[in-house]
């Protein structure tokens, strides 16, 4: 089992994140805290232990600038409000498809386990990394010019979540139909990741109130149901996307030992993994299998 380094490595580095402008450098100290709770949460094959922790190995040795702890500084247990004060602004609208939620509950999660790791530095970098994170706009979505003016009520196509039952199922079902990104018109377009995004937002929501911040869920529900209309804006009749939907996966088990046997730039192999077992046990028993192949999907395609 990973031990507590993890977790104190993956805090200081979504800390460091927040020392430079922007929000992406977020995804290494995320995939390290989601490689320790995924290792201590689910009854996992050795291999795929191996495969978490090489991964996390993997990137504590790539961006050491990011893993470096802090020193001389002490816990302070008021400081956790600013945390939640940067997971407002993330849950208040829908944003670079709900980074600082993927983020901000790994962290939020951890902290609360740690509370000695309420660091200022490790507090004050990552709320400037979760306030980077809430301020996203522009075309992310093919066909919409700003994304960041859409609302609640412009989704026709995503009835409301009555339960969480509800929020798994669409997330999940959202995943039948995997295309890898393209350009089209000189635009990258994500379009697996928009779908993988699904899946850590909807993690988060339901996280946010086991660890009694349902407020947080609430405020945020409303942004995945967009989150998923939006994630539909797929042109599958364009010439760069026309045949190229990945129907059959070349594994079918998210413990497959050709997934776990690598390790990948793509800190996503961590967060996605343990998203889609989060999600997966709490589907109907009847529906996992289907679902865990749609998982897979997205899982072959990681670089």
């Known amino acids: 089992m990973m031990n507590e380094r993890y977790l104190e490595l993956g805090l200081t580095a979504l800390g460091r994140t927040g020392e430079e402008p922007g929000w992406f450098g977020g995804h290494y100290g995320a995939a390290v805290l989601a490689a320790y709770y995924m290792d201590r949460e689910f009854d996992l094959p050795e291999h795929v232990r191996t495969g978490i922790q090489n991964m996390a190995d993997h990137y504590i040795a790539t961006y050491p600038q990011l893993f470096t702890p802090y020193e001389n500084e002490q816990a302070d247990p008021a400081l956790l409000e600013r945390i939640i004060d940067g997971l407002r602004a993330n849950t208040a609208r ?22 000695d790791m309420l660091l200022p530095s ?15 706009s522009g075309n992310r979505y093919y ?22 039952d509800d929020l798994v199922e669409r997330a999940m079902d959202e995943c039948r139909h995997v295309y890898p990104g393209q350009v089209i018109d000189g635009k990258k377009y994500h379009f697996t990741g928009e779908i993988e995004h699904g899946l850590t937002h909807a993690q988060a929501l339901i996280e946010y109130d086991r660890l009694g911040y349902p407020e947080l869920t609430a405020a945020g529900l409303p942004n995945h149901r967009i989150q998923m209309q939006l994630n539909r804006n797929i042109p599958v009749d364009h010439e760069a996307v026309r045949g190229t939907e990945i129907v059959e996966p070349s594994f079918t088990s998210i413990f497959a030992p050709e997934f776990w ?22 589907l109907p028993e009847e529906k996992r299998a289907e679902a865990e192949i749609n998982m897979c999907k997205i899982l072959v395609q990681m670089k």
């Open 94 to 115: 829908l944003s670079h498809s709900g980074h600082g939620n993927a983020y901000g509950f790994l962290a939020l999660k951890a902290l609360l386990d740690r509370p």
């Open 143 to 164: 066909g919409v010019e700003e994304y960041s003016t859409f609302t609640i009520d412009q989704v026709t196509d995503i009835p409301e979540y009555r339960n969480f």
């Open 122 to 136: 490790i507090v004050n970098g990552f709320y400037n990394c979760l306030i980077a994170s809430s301020e996203g």
């Open 261 to 282: 046997g690598k390790t990948y730039t793509d800190p996503h192999c961590l967060k996605v993994p343990y998203a889609a077992l989060y999600l997966l046990q709490r």
